[in-house]
């Protein structure tokens, strides 16, 4: 067995990280924005969201909290499934990406603490046995047509393919890593951040507009996203680097988006208990993100999945995505 | 250099371009607003952004 004293000598690049390079490079960059970007929900008011969500019939406040529990989970979820990307970056010797996913690991923990004071300020809920009549369960979801299959990216794909991660970090072989880095920050930026969730945020934002109320609700969504944005961005831009290095791992997006396939062709459930929602609007929007993350990373999309999510004689209904 | 972007949302296809990156991210969220009721990250609007001579 190997000593401290076995270890090689650490040179000064390995001590003193900082570039010029790096820090003119795009992920530097992010991180200087997120610590710009600060804000601290338990700052905030949430009177009048209590005051507003008593005056909704009760198949709003249940249609409400399908969507709002599934967040809170997911934002714990998401928190707590995040070091093995933190793990991979500094394994690949990459301190811009280390110094971005420390804000990015701290605003996911403050997503979690805004839903979290929100269900406890607004419906007097946060503990496990208080919200469970709100939770539907969607690991079984299934297309009455027999051809497509939901799972849950989050509660069982990130700790899956996180655990791959850290395995190929403990090996200590740069490819394994770079591979598992990119199934991993596929699953997690590119598919729940940048494409399953981002309907779920549009849709909460447009019901606190037509129903006119829950304002701190609707303000925390829209500083979720704005964060969410660099989330998504750094996923894309540290992939498409290692894309470009590697053409080869473009197939390795394809292969993560196929396992969850059947989670964007569906439609989600909450789109159908708020009837004055555009559901169209929210079914071909999945479409612009997977361009878009596709156009990010440099591949091209499949257009037979971007058929069937517009395919309207396809039509299931699945859960929330949150992330 | 001016910038542009190229709109993914399904059957637009719009082309935005602009004299730099704060006006392209303007331009492209007044798009997105009035043409789909929806928005554009300023960080996705740079990723996608590309040169091009100006007219």
């Not at chain 1, 503990?127 to 079984?140: F, G």
């Not at chain 1, 156009?295 to 396809?314: K, M, S, Y």
């Not at chain 2, 371009?17 to 969220?29: G, P, Q, W």
């Given at each position: 067995?190997?000593?401290?004293?076995?270890?090689?000598?650490?040179?000064?690049?390995?001590?003193?990280?900082?570039?010029?390079?790096?820090?003119?490079?795009?992920?530097?960059?992010?991180?200087?924005?997120?610590?710009?970007?600060?804000?601290?929900?338990?700052?905030?008011?949430?009177?009048?969201?209590?005051?507003?969500?008593?005056?909704?019939?009760?198949?709003?406040?249940?249609?409400?909290?399908?969507?709002?529990?599934?967040?809170?989970?997911?934002?714990?979820?998401?928190?707590?499934?995040?070091?093995?990307?933190?793990?991979?970056?500094?394994?690949l010797?990459?301190?811009?990406?280390?110094?971005?996913?420390?804000?990015?690991?701290?605003?996911?923990?403050?997503?979690?603490?805004?839903?979290?004071?929100?269900?406890?300020?607004?419906?007097?809920?946060?503990?496990?046995?208080?919200?469970?009549?709100?939770?539907?369960?969607?690991?079984?979801?299934?297309?009455?047509?027999?051809?497509?299959?939901?799972?849950?990216?989050?509660?069982?794909?990130?700790?899956?393919?996180?655990?791959?991660?850290?395995?190929?970090?403990?090996?200590?072989?740069?490819k394994?890593?770079e591979k598992g880095f990119v199934r991993f920050a596929t699953?997690?930026n590119v598919?729940?951040?940048?494409?399953?969730?981002?309907?779920?945020?549009?849709?909460?934002?447009?019901?606190?507009?037509?129903?006119?109320?829950?304002?701190?609700?609707?303000?925390?969504?829209?500083?979720?996203?704005?964060?969410?944005?660099?989330?998504?961005t750094f996923g894309t831009t540290a992939c498409r680097e290692l894309i470009d290095a590697n053409p080869e791992y473009g197939d390795l997006v394809h292969e993560m988006i196929?396992?969850?396939?059947?989670?964007?062709?569906?439609?989600?459930?909450?789109?159908?208990?708020?009837?004055?929602?555009?559901?169209?609007?929210?079914?071909?929007?999945?479409?612009?993100?997977?361009?878009?993350r596709c156009r990010e990373l440099g591949i091209d999309a499949?257009?037979?999945?971007?058929?069937?999510?517009?395919?309207?004689?396809?039509?299931?209904?699945?859960?929330?995505?949150?992330? | 250099?001016?910038?542009?972007?190229?709109?993914?949302?399904?059957?637009?296809?719009?082309?935005?371009?602009?004299?730099?990156?704060?006006?392209?991210?303007?331009?492209?969220?007044?798009?997105?607003?009035?043409?789909?009721?929806?928005?554009?990250?300023?960080?996705?609007?740079?990723v996608?952004?590309?040169?091009?001579?100006?007219?």
């Amino acid at each position: 067995m190997s000593t401290i004293e076995d270890l090689p000598e650490r040179t000064l690049e390995s001590r003193l990280r900082f570039t010029r390079d790096m820090m003119a490079g795009p992920v530097y960059r992010k991180y200087e924005r997120a610590l710009r970007k600060m804000w601290d929900p338990g700052e905030w008011d949430y009177t009048q969201d209590r005051a507003d969500f008593e005056k909704l019939t009760p198949e709003q406040q249940k249609g409400l909290l399908m969507i709002t529990v599934r967040f809170l989970a997911g934002e714990q979820e998401v928190t707590d499934e995040l070091l093995p990307m933190i793990y991979a970056a500094h394994m690949l010797g990459r301190y811009d990406w280390v110094m971005y996913l420390s804000t990015f690991m701290l605003e996911e923990a403050r997503h979690s603490q805004f839903f979290a004071i929100w269900h406890d300020k607004v419906i007097d809920c946060v503990e496990p046995e208080e919200l469970r009549p709100y939770w539907v369960d969607h690991e079984k979801t299934t297309d009455p047509s027999g051809h497509f299959t939901t799972g849950e990216p989050v509660y069982e794909g990130l700790p899956f393919y996180g655990q791959k991660l850290v395995e190929a970090c403990h090996a200590g072989d740069l490819k394994e890593i770079e591979k598992g880095f990119v199934r991993f920050a596929t699953l997690y930026n590119v598919w729940v951040e940048g494409v399953l969730t981002m309907p779920s945020y549009e849709m909460v934002i447009d019901t606190c507009d037509i129903w006119n109320a829950l304002p701190t609700l609707r303000h925390g969504f829209k500083q979720i996203i704005a964060d969410e944005g660099r989330h998504i961005t750094f996923g894309t831009t540290a992939c498409r680097e290692l894309i470009d290095a590697n053409p080869e791992y473009g197939d390795l997006v394809h292969e993560m988006i196929e396992l969850y396939r059947g989670n964007a062709v569906g439609m989600l459930g909450y789109q159908r208990s708020v009837p004055e929602l555009n559901l169209d609007k929210y079914q071909t929007q999945k479409v612009r993100h997977y361009k878009n993350r596709c156009r990010e990373l440099g591949i091209d999309a499949d257009q037979t999945l971007i058929d069937q999510i517009l395919d309207p004689n396809i039509d299931f209904v699945i859960g929330v995505e949150a992330g | 250099m001016a910038k542009q972007w190229t709109c993914n949302e399904h059957e637009c296809g719009a082309v935005i371009t602009a004299d730099d990156i704060d006006e392209l991210i303007e331009k492209v969220n007044q798009h997105m607003t009035e043409a789909h009721d929806s928005y554009e990250f300023e960080e996705m609007i740079e990723v996608a952004a590309v040169d091009v001579n100006a007219a």
